[in-house]
């Protein structure tokens, strides 16, 4: 009865079938582990969000990358902003708007903290220079959330030269602070609050948006390992269908064999 397994046909669907499975097993895995990863990472931005701020010499140092482990960590610093080396990052979105981000060098006695003070919208041109209030003088003691210096690997935006004076596209803190007279800690400070609080500043950005923490990379699991059961029982449907035909062709030409007598 079950013979037609060894067809050609039917080989070529078994070898499909076992083909498909270590697949689906494979994408499966391969989900669950970008689930673990970014739940991880997700449970890591949440809590230093949620920790205390300490200072950043606690954290950084000048001359020295910010740790995947303390992206978005709170810190504090004080000191006195440096305008006079002030620059925007083009191309910076906030809420659909097209603006710039402004960095402002803020001098301690430890070294200087690039502060990314928040957003401006764009002047009249891509090139013209935006309205940017002029920063707090005077000490200043500044708080916000510690980011890792601005690569083309980790924000998909490729640098260029040529652009007007005073404007960056990356957030490049060792490539910044070889222009500028002092040291300067690596990565940058995302403002989220500062005293004395100025009359006029730029927009505020609001926090990283944690996302589901990989709930979608677990349904895309779950979802590949479920198609190794519809595989497997497909296979098996198939397989109990072909053989319950040829038993009916058999009986049929039974009937019509008796008939003929």
């Known amino acids: 009865m079950y013979r037609f397994l060894l067809t050609r046909r039917w080989v070529g669907l078994h070898l499909l079938v076992l083909a498909l499975i270590p697949a689906f097993f494979f994408l499966g895995k ?10 991880a990472t997700s449970a890591r931005i949440t809590a230093n969000l949620a920790a205390a701020p300490v200072p950043i010499d606690r954290l950084a140092r000048p001359g020295a990358t910010v740790p995947e482990r303390d992206r978005y960590r709170l810190v ?9 080396h002030e620059l925007v ?11 710039f981000y402004v960095i402002t060098p803020l001098v301690t006695p430890q070294g200087a903290v690039l ?17 940017v209030p002029a920063p707090p003088a005077g000490e200043v003691t500044v708080t916000g959330r510690l ?6 690997e980790n924000t998909g935006i490729r640098n260029r030269s040529g652009l007007p004076a005073g404007q960056i596209l990356l957030i490049d803190t060792p490539a910044l602070a070889k222009g500028l007279p002092y040291g300067v800690f690596g990565g940058f400070v995302e403002l989220t609050a500062q005293t004395p609080v100025p009359a006029e500043a730029p927009e505020l950005l609001p926090p990283p948006d944690v996302g589901g923490g990989g709930g979608l990379n677990l349904a895309y699991a779950v979802q ?6 519809i595989a497997v029982g497909g296979w098996a449907l198939l397989v109990r269908r072909e053989a319950r035909d040829l038993r009916t062709e058999r009986e049929s030409q039974g009937v019509t064999v008796r008939a003929a007598r």
């Not at 504090?76 to 006079?84: E, I």
């Not at 980011?147 to 083309?152: G, H, L, M, V």
């Not at 590949?224 to 059961?229: E, K, S, T, V």
């Open 30 to 39: 391969w989900q669950w582990g970008r689930f673990e990863e970014r739940s």
């Open 76 to 84: 504090t610093a004080t000191g006195r902003y440096d305008p006079a």
């Open 89 to 99: 990052v083009r191309r910076r979105t906030l809420n659909t708007r097209v603006g």
């Open 115 to 131: 502060v990314n003070r928040g957003w401006v919208p764009a002047g009249a041109t891509a090139d013209a220079p935006p309205r």
């Open 147 to 152: 980011r890792p210096a601005e690569t083309r």
């Open 224 to 229: 590949w390992w479920l198609f190794i059961g």
